[in-house]
């Protein structure tokens, strides 16, 4: 069964550091969503891809945080400089097309110190 | 007033129980209604969908919308560990294309 790979699973980092996550979608999968999660809450939505344009970056913090699908195929994440506030999980999720069945992956947990 | 409501829990209840899980949202536009599945350290998985008012079941498990009090309920029946996860209500925004998540009901289903 296809799945939604991120890497790394687990990231620790220093406050000030730069960090950066990757997200290979479902082969296929036109929609590419990243969401944070924090501790105790649902996932809130970063950014959302269709193919490799930008749909949705309202509420990605533009000041720091940088999302790219270069080739609407995988897609990078980057939080420069990462501060305490940041450590969450960050999901990847894809859908074959916007309005269809979103599918995670298994995240990454970041842990900024 | 959040656009999507849920009761974190904890809920603890003991196997064979009945179990009712439940969020209300503020947005009557809504027009169809997920449940996700967390276990611990992994992504959510989807558990059921429904587009309408009223109940659709899958084997252990029933989706319930009410769209006039705007009120949406998971129930799973003879609860078994296994079921043990956190369980979120998910709502696509007014695009319809991201989801708007609850916080998510923590269960836990001891043996």
């Known amino acids: 069964e296809a799945e939604v790979a991120q890497s790394p699973r687990y990231k620790i980092t220093e406050k000030s550091q730069a960090v950066a996550f990757w997200c290979d979608p479902i082969?296929?999968?036109?929609?590419l969503y990243w969401y944070r999660q924090i501790l105790g809450q649902g996932p809130e939505l970063l950014v959302q891809?269709?193919?490799?344009?930008?749909?949705?970056d309202s509420q990605l913090p533009k000041d720091r945080f940088s999302a790219e699908r270069l080739k609407g195929v995988d897609s990078t994440l980057k939080i420069q400089p990462a501060e305490l506030g940041d450590s969450a999980m960050y999901l990847c999720?894809?859908?074959?097309?916007?309005?269809?069945?979103?599918?995670f992956g298994p995240g990454t947990r970041l842990l900024v110190l | 007033q959040k656009e999507v409501e849920q009761d974190p829990g904890p809920l603890s209840v003991p196997e064979g129980a009945i179990v009712s899980l439940n969020c209300t949202y503020s947005?009557?536009?809504?027009?169809?209604f997920m449940w996700y599945r967390q276990y611990s350290r992994k992504g959510p998985e989807l558990l059921m969908y429904?587009?309408?008012?009223g109940n659709k079941e899958d084997g252990r498990f029933t989706a319930q919308v009410d769209k006039s009090s705007k009120y949406i309920s998971l129930f799973i029946r003879d609860s078994q560990p296994s079921d043990s996860a956190t369980y979120l209500c998910?709502?696509?925004?007014?695009?319809?294309?991201?989801?708007?998540f609850g916080k998510g009901t923590t269960l836990s289903v001891s043996s």
């Open positions: 082969s296929g999968h036109a929609t």
């Open positions: 947005n009557s536009a809504f027009q169809y």
């Open positions: 429904t587009y309408s008012s």
């Open positions: 999720a894809s859908s074959p097309q916007a309005q269809e069945t979103q599918y």
């Open positions: 891809f269709q193919d490799e344009s930008v749909v949705d």
């Open positions: 998910a709502i696509p925004n007014q695009a319809g294309t991201a989801l708007i």
